[in-house]
T-cell receptor
Framework: SQELEQSPQSLIVQEGKNLTINCTSSKTLYGLYWYKQKYGEGLIFLMM?????EEKSHEKITAKLDEKKQQSSLHITASQPSHAGIYLCGAATITQGGSEKLVFGKGMKLTVNP | DGGITQSPKYLFRKEGQNVTLSCEQN?????MYWYRQDPGQGLRLIYYSQIVNDFQKGDIAEGYSVSREKKESFPLTVTSAQKNPTAFYLC?????????????FGAGTRLSVL
């Protein structure tokens, strides 16, 4: 079965600093999703990557998928307190019945100090 | 507003009791999912449904049951057979269960045992 490992497990940064989160898969990624979660709340979709070498950006967040499609990174530029939360990566997997389900990493807790 | 509504936000279960968590969506999505989130363990798939009157077990279905009588609704029952039900439960939905179809999440229900 596919497993995702996120690193680091947690991170504390000063406001304004850049940071990178990594998500490494045990198998080739067919689709990689990044979500953000505030404690006790639902997941907010950030970005989805499918192609090797693909890169997407939204505001100050950039996500990349490596050429071999086994690792993704999420980079935050000039972090703000609003970036604080738990970041989860999810990998699309195909079930025996041909449908898709997501397998998630354990998440990375980000704290941004003002 | 379109979205996914989970209720209640907090739920308490007594020993031997079955409880039902509600999930309603007005996004006209075909697929719906239930996940369980425990601290430090990420999200794990309980059940999912692609169409009305059909659903499949996820990775941790034991002690849970679901129904899909309407496209908009996918309630989850936590039965007395689930010995460790305390967790944060998240419902999600997507248009189709193929790679590239984004899953959108509700705000979650926190279940505790009295």
């Amino acid at each position: 079965s596919q497993e995702l490992e996120q690193s680091p497990q947690s991170l504390i940064v000063q406001e304004g600093k850049n940071l990178t989160i990594n998500c490494t898969s045990s198998k080739t990624l067919y689709g990689l999703y990044w979500y953000k979660q505030k404690y006790g709340e639902g997941l907010i979709f950030l970005m989805m990557l499918q192609k090797g070498g693909e890169e997407k950006s939204h505001e100050k967040i950039t996500a990349k998928l490596d050429e071999k499609k086994q690792q993704s990174s999420l980079h935050i530029t000039a972090s703000q307190p609003s970036h604080a939360g738990i970041y989860l990566c999810g990998a699309a997997t195909i079930t025996q019945g041909g449908s898709e389900k997501l397998v998630f990493g354990k998440g990375m807790k980000l704290t941004v100090n003002p | 507003d379109g979205g996914i509504t989970q209720s209640p936000k907090y739920l308490f279960r007594k020993e031997g009791q079955n409880v039902t968590l509600s999930c309603e969506q007005n996004l006209n999505h075909d697929a719906m999912y239930w996940y369980r989130q425990d601290p430090g363990q990420g999200l794990r798939l309980i059940y999912y449904s692609q169409i009305v009157n059909d659903f499949q077990k996820g990775d941790i279905a034991e002690g849970y049951s679901v129904s899909r009588e309407k496209k908009e609704s996918f309630p989850l029952t936590v039965t007395s057979a689930q010995k460790n039900p305390t967790a944060f439960y998240l419902c999600a939905s997507s248009f189709l269960d193929r790679v590239g179809d984004i899953q959108y999440f509700g705000a979650g229900t926190r279940l505790s045992v009295l």
